[in-house]
């Protein structure tokens, strides 16, 4: 596929970017389904002249069918989209960005998604998406899998078709709740995952955010004890990695609080941990479920995270600790490469 990739960009090298716009275009119909010309334009932020140009084209190649609901993506079109998945990966050279990262990290694998979410939220979708797949090629009938909250954490159960022979398997939240919506708290993406794969789950009625004095007194309750040691015995965890002042916002730190975590050179958070740039911790908060320090006790540990801005974020936690699998997009990728001080090529 990388030679035929590279062969191609050398006699067509416009390419790229026709073969881009058209797999952006198929992906937000299949994402956003049906939806209206209009509304697609918005999505993507394109002008409605060329996107109808566009549409009209991948409605006569049979892979856009469009009623009175609006578009969809057809059979064969969703069948494209998979297989423009790897081609596009290759065409954008995308591959020795993966490696490269891999050799300075130390990761067994890197998963890059052409894009990045910062500019399209649909990206966090495909993200989702890939999470998935790397959750089932490792997952195990009588695994416990945690998993965090977040925005592309809610992504991964949403990108699953039902699967089955997982009966076994007990799904957990890896923390606490943080107060923020419902459907973006571990909690509720622990059932979710839960459900589409015919499994089981437990769930963690605790806020993530409590002082010491009622954390202590709360964990010692029978209910969430046995709760807290299921989730300290999960042998896959599926994680989100977040920059240091969203996830003190997010968890309800006062502005003095988080300009003191900010002074100390904080740039990422973790399961109530807070790391500098080399890696360090920095500073901790009270939290329950999962701690940093059990992560080197699980069999398989899955870090997503995407978008340009969140490449400080990685950095820093790729430092502290080497996932078994790290599944970002091509905004983050890139951009921890300059701020790695490397290249692709060096």
């Known amino acids: 596929m990388e030679q035929v990739a590279e062969l191609l960009k050398k006699i067509v090298p416009e390419i790229v970017q026709e073969v881009e ?3 952006t275009i198929l992906q937000n119909i299949y994402f956003n389904q049906p939806v209206g010309r209009r509304a697609l334009a918005g999505i993507i932020s394109w002008s409605e002249r060329p996107l109808r140009s566009e549409i009209k084209k991948l409605e006569e190649l049979g892979l856009v069918e ?3 609901k609006g578009m969809r993506v057809s059979n064969e079109g969703e069948d494209v989209i998979n297989r423009l998945e790897d081609l596009l990966f290759y065409l954008k050279g995308l591959n020795p960005v993966a490696q490269r990262i891999e050799e300075k990290f130390q990761c067994r694998r890197v998963i890059i998604v052409p894009g990045d979410s910062d500019r399209d939220e649909t990206i966090k979708k495909q993200l989702g998406r890939e999470a998935a797949r790397s959750l089932i090629s490792f997952l195990k009938n009588g695994d416990i899998v945690a998993v965090t909250g977040g925005t592309t954490m809610a992504q991964v159960p949403r990108s699953m078709a039902p699967v089955s022979g997982f009966e076994e398997v007990i799904v957990v939240p890896g923390r606490g709740g943080l107060g923020e919506r419902v459907e973006l708290q ?8 839960a459900q589409k794969l015919g499994a089981q789950y437990r769930l963690l009625y605790i806020p ?5 004095e009622a954390m202590e007194s709360v964990v010692g309750e029978p209910g969430i004890k046995e709760v807290i040691a299921t989730i300290r015995q999960a042998s896959i965890l599926l994680h989100g990695i977040g920059g240091a002042e969203e996830m003190a916002r997010r968890r309800g730190l006062s502005e003095e609080e988080i300009d003191q975590i900010l002074k100390k050179g904080a740039v990422a958070e ?15 908060t009270t939290s329950v479920g999962l701690s940093i320090k059990d992560m080197t006790n699980i069999r398989t540990v899955i ?18 600790h080497r996932p078994t699998v790290l ?14 001080g490397g290249t692709v090529n060096e």
């Open 327 to 340: 599944i970002t997009d091509e905004g983050a990728a890139r951009r921890l490469l300059e701020i790695e």
């Open 66 to 68: 469009i009623d009175q």
């Open 21 to 23: 716009n058209r797999y």
């Open 303 to 320: 870090a997503i995270a995407g978008g340009a801005s969140k490449a400080p974020a990685i950095q820093a936690f790729l430092k502290y």
């Open 270 to 284: 973790a399961f109530g941990f807070y790391f500098n740039r080399e890696g360090l911790i920095v500073h901790t």
């Open 208 to 212: 993530d955010n409590l002082g010491a």
């Open 186 to 193: 571990s909690n509720t993406i622990a059932a979710e995952l």
